[in-house]
């Protein structure tokens, strides 16, 4: 059996006679190209980080620069705001960003078509801020020596993953199957018991950002819808705009308003985007497999939108070609 046909590699969202998952985990047939099956910032996150290994490799950026500018430290946060982040996609060597990147090359793709491009971002860069915010939590325990690496956020996405498709199999060094959940925990206890013992230290591994991760990517699977919204009426005040209504809401009071005085209200037409790009066929079929899976009541008020909105641009294209 080759890599490509076994089912964790996931494959093509649309297989012939079925659809993009298959036995309640990432499947669905086997890609013409390895590639295939990845989703767009997935796709981004690999070059981005393998590209800036690649620059310190050869030379282009010298490693003492990128770590002073973007590797993390909790005693130059104030003046270096930026590496809450950019330490993420620093690593230290090429074993160190190959089995990250590997991680994000199986796990990511099916939170991403669940998702969709946006909210999986989101998380991937929430849970690389836990890993942050961790080692600045604890830095009286483990110092504050320079932090690199993606495994806060990769420890995140196993997470997702695992609550995802808790019995999905996830092979060990290619061969021996182990259920999800039961990886994940292990996993999650191990990076407990090294947070715990962990001493004062200028190298290794930083088991506390995996840690982290976890828990920012545990808490925001909870709570990161609450978190957005609160955020989106912030913003909306500080504009000095009305907070953002709900869909039904605003259907709602648009009835209503047409009906008061006899009069019909149409509704303004959207500004018209773009040809659909590679990004948007790629979100029509994420879409599309949801419905599939989960049924259309399970569509997020945007992803009803944006469908609404494809929609009406393929009518319109089809009235102007008759």
Known sequence: MGLWDRPYTGGPRRAAGGGG??????????????????????????VLNFGMWALMAIGLVSTRTALDLL?????????????????????????????????????????ERQWGGR??????????????????????VVGTAPMVGASGAVFGLLLAFALRWPDAPIYLWFLFPVKAKYFVGFLALAT???????????????????????LAGWFWLRRGDRVTAAVRRLAARLR???????????????????????????PRPRPRREDPDGDTLDEVDRILDKIRESGIDALTDEE??????????????????H
């Open 21 to 46: 998952f298959r036995g309640g985990m990432p499947g669905g047939g086997r890609p013409a190209d390895p590639f295939s099956a990845l989703t767009p910032w997935v796709k981004r996150l690999l």
């Open 71 to 111: 590797a993390f430290r909790a005693d130059r946060l104030l003046v270096r705001p930026w590496t809450f982040l950019t330490y993420a996609f620093l690593h230290g060597g090429f074993g160190h960003v190959l089995f990250n990147m590997l991680a994000v090359f199986f796990f990511g793709p099916p939170l």
């Open 119 to 140: 909210r999986f971002l989101v998380y991937y860069l929430v849970c690389a801020a836990g890993g942050a915010l961790a080692a600045l939590l604890l830095v009286n």
């Open 192 to 214: 407990l018991w090294f947070t715990a013992s962990a001493a004062r230290t200028t190298g290794g591994t930083a088991h506390w950002a995996h840690l982290g991760g976890l």
């Open 240 to 266: 000095g705009r009305p907070p953002p209504r709900s869909r039904s809401r605003g259907r709602a009071a648009g009835a209503t308003g047409g009906a008061a005085g006899g009069r019909k209200v149409r």
């Open 304 to 321: 009803r939108a944006f469908l609404d909105d494809m929609s009406r641009r393929y009518r319109d294209s089809s009235d102007r070609t």
